[in-house]
């Protein structure tokens, strides 16, 4: 089992809609949890990290995390063809600096 | 200033040679990482310097040197590396190494012939 599991996609919405990216992660002692986007041919840039249970939000993104089901997500509301990128989850090993990153899942909103 | 400059932003170079990537931040964080990332994979952590100290080194082949002269610079020497190490070297930093909040640079894309 990988540590961080993600859908590879791609993940295609139509502009408008709302995409629910999903995460899993197998160590139940992270305690710490990022979204990354990173556009084609660019560097990840980190857009929201979640670190107790429940929702976050910030502007259009709200992350999720339920630490019982291991399980965290991102939702982007009012997708945007702007919002076309690959997005990684990434997940703490609580060892300090050691992040886990997930395979990212490709989103592609339609005008 | 929020940016981690990376130069190059390209490299190629054979087998033989010797190259160094520079990175360098002045938003006073106290954390640098390297990662290497291959195409349609996500990033792999590399080494994690801590306050100019090397803190984490993820079993990187000694072809790969790190070397941290100050708290805004962060360089990657390389010598002697293979064609399976071509890849986008991404530059990073952050407060520090407890806060996972990692700032990238635009990388370096590295081609060894």
């Known amino acids: 089992q990988k540590e961080v599991e993600q859908n590879s996609g791609p993940l295609s919405v139509p502009e408008g809609a709302i995409a629910s990216l999903n995460c899993t992660y197998s160590d139940r002692g992270s305690q710490s949890f990022f979204w990354y986007r990173q556009y084609s041919g660019k560097s990840p840039e980190l857009i929201m990290f979640i670190y107790s249970n429940g929702d976050k939000e910030d502007g259009r993104f709200t992350a999720q995390l339920n630490k019982a089901s291991q399980y965290v997500s991102l939702l982007i509301r009012d997708s945007q063809p702007s919002d076309s990128a690959t997005y990684l989850c990434a997940v703490d090993r609580n060892q300090g600096g050691k992040l886990i990153f997930g395979q990212g899942t490709e989103l592609s909103v339609k005008p | 200033d929020t940016e981690v400059t990376q130069t190059p932003k390209h490299l190629v170079m054979g087998m033989t040679n010797k190259k160094s990537l520079k990175c360098e931040q002045h938003?006073?964080?106290?954390?640098m990482y390297w990662y290497k990332q291959k195409a349609k994979k996500p990033p792999e952590l590399m080494f994690v310097?801590?306050?100019?100290?090397?803190?984490i080194n993820e079993s990187v082949p000694s072809r790969f040197s790190p070397e941290c002269p100050n708290s805004s610079l962060l360089n990657l020497h390389l010598h002697a590396l293979q064609p399976e190490d071509s890849a986008l070297y991404l530059c990073?930093?952050?407060?520090?190494?407890?806060?996972?909040?990692?700032?990238f640079g635009s990388g370096t894309q590295l081609s060894v012939l």
């Open positions: 938003m006073g964080h106290r954390a």
């Open positions: 310097y801590s306050y100019e100290k090397l803190s």
């Open positions: 990073a930093s952050s407060q520090g190494q407890r806060d996972e909040k990692l700032f």
